[in-house]
């Protein structure tokens, strides 16, 4: 099972973990780490490097938010030094695809898997009902 860093503006990451072990149980080898206003980039980059430093060894998937922000930056500058799968633009349904992968498939088995249902986690619902 591969350990997962959820990282986010606010307190999304938090409610996103919450919401999905409501769906799926309680889920081991998890962390959040959410941006505050007050937080820099170089302390949340810090704080992403210190969870990371700690799985050095593991297999380990990283998600954050929105592309380009600063959980997003501060993640992608770490991979120079870290080996792990980085995926952005996560919501539930793809987190909860994530939590139930992670016991069968590698992050970056997972992480093709999230990439191949991208285009089907958005849906126009009048659309849907119209057809």
């Given at each position: 099972?591969?350990?997962?860093?959820?990282?986010?503006?606010?307190?999304?990451?938090?409610?996103?973990?919450?919401?999905?072990?409501?769906?799926?149980?309680p889920q081991q080898?998890?962390?959040?780490?959410?941006?505050?206003?007050?937080?820099?980039?170089?302390?949340?980059?810090?704080?992403?490097?210190?969870?990371?430093?700690?799985?050095?060894?593991?297999?380990?998937?990283?998600?954050?938010?929105?592309?380009?922000?600063?959980?997003?930056?501060?993640?992608?500058?770490?991979?120079?030094?870290?080996?792990?799968r980085h995926i952005s633009g996560i919501?539930?349904?793809?987190?909860?695809?994530?939590?139930?992968?992670?016991?069968?498939?590698?992050?970056?088995?997972?992480?093709?898997?999230?990439?191949?249902?991208?285009?089907?986690?958005?849906?126009?619902?009048?659309?849907?009902?119209?057809?």
């Open positions: 099972m591969f350990k997962v860093l959820l990282v986010s503006h606010g307190k999304l990451a938090e409610s996103m973990l919450e919401s999905a072990e409501m769906i799926v149980g080898d998890i962390k959040t780490l959410c941006l505050n206003p007050e937080d820099t980039p170089e302390f949340f980059c810090g704080k992403i490097s210190d969870i990371l430093e700690t799985w050095k060894d593991e297999d380990v998937m990283v998600l954050s938010d929105i592309r380009s922000g600063t959980p997003f930056n501060a993640a992608a500058s770490l991979m120079q030094r870290f080996d792990f919501n539930l349904g793809m987190l909860i695809e994530v939590l139930i992968d992670r016991e069968f498939l590698t992050a970056e088995e997972a992480g093709n898997t999230l990439m191949e249902l991208a285009g089907q986690s958005i849906l126009d619902v009048n659309t849907l009902l119209k057809d």
